[in-house]
């Protein structure tokens, strides 16, 4: 008896994070494979870039930005590996003290909201 075993190795992908201090490498790479998993691995580079600024700002660290990179290669056993490297410059941490409310008489002012839309006409810092 014969047994043959054909082992198809998938392409290997990492990521780097260089620049980030309120994030960990962990962190950041969680919620890009999380994102990845719900846009059913159809993201690109540029997408997850902005994304990775998008959890800055849903933070309170504005003005984030987020440049890339990548590179191939090969490891040992000779499989296709792709790294990207990000390249975060955090943004400033804005901390708002008001917001005052024009024309929304039916919105609650309630100061936990994190977003009221296009209501909000002005913010005091």
Same mark, same amino acid.
């Not at 024009?102 to 009221?116: E, Q």
């Given at each position: 008896v014969t047994v043959? !075993? +054909?082992i198809d190795l998938k392409d290997r992908t990492n990521f780097e994070f260089r620049g980030n201090t309120i994030f960990s490498h962990q962190e950041l790479r969680n919620k890009i494979l999380e994102k990845i998993k719900n846009e059913f691995g159809k993201v690109d580079v540029q997408n997850l870039a902005n994304f990775i600024s998008d959890q800055y700002d849903d933070a309170g660290f504005y003005q984030? /930005? @987020?440049t890339y990179y990548h590179n191939q290669g090969t490891d040992l056993d000779k499989s296709l590996v792709t790294n990207y490297f990000f390249v975060i410059e955090e943004g400033i941490k804005i901390k708002i003290k008001k917001i005052i409310y #024009?024309?929304? =008489? /039916? !919105? #609650? #002012? &309630? =100061? +936990?909201? &994190?977003? @009221?839309g296009d209501v909000v006409t002005r913010f005091k810092f």
């Open positions: 043959r !075993i +054909n984030t /930005s @987020v #024009k024309h929304a =008489p /039916s !919105i #609650k #002012k &309630d =100061p +936990n909201l &994190d977003c @009221v």
